[in-house]
């Protein structure tokens, strides 16, 4: 009776380790997660005079290149804009590239270049700042 009682009670056993491994292993493990964009990715090129970034420049171009040798030439410009009264030029997502972008902006007979770090086009707003003098 008592090697029945034993063999019952190992089978019991086997039979509760088989049932929490099935039940471990039929969950489903895919996480399907969908990831909301709350701010659309935007390049934001303030210009300013001198070291005072409160003294914005409004009425200044400013170009949008995908590499240096397009820039330097002036040629296939990504986008175009002209800052606004708080020394804003503004481009959406379709107006910037995916890593490095090579800018130009002119002031009356003043032209700077500058390049922005690499872009992820993610999410958010990228303030670049670019100073006159």
């Given at each position: 009776m008592n090697n029945y009682k034993n063999f019952l009670t190992r089978v019991g056993h086997a039979l509760a380790a088989l049932l929490m491994?099935?039940?471990?292993?039929?969950?489903?493990?895919?996480?399907?997660?969908?990831?909301?964009?709350v701010t659309p990715p935007e390049l934001h090129v303030i210009v300013y005079n001198g070291t005072d970034t409160n003294d914005r420049v409004e009425g200044a171009t400013v170009k949008v290149y995908a590499s240096e040798e397009n820039r330097t030439a002036g040629t296939n410009a990504v986008a175009e804009a002209v800052t606004d009264a708080s020394g804003e030029a503004v481009f959406p997502k379709e107006k910037f590239v995916k890593g490095i972008n090579y800018l130009t902006v002119s002031i009356d007979d003043v032209t700077l270049t500058a390049q922005t770090p690499y872009m992820l086009q993610n999410d958010g707003e990228t303030l670049f700042w670019v100073a006159k003098n």
């Open positions: 491994l099935v039940s471990v292993s039929s969950c489903e493990r895919d996480m399907d997660m969908d990831i909301v964009s």
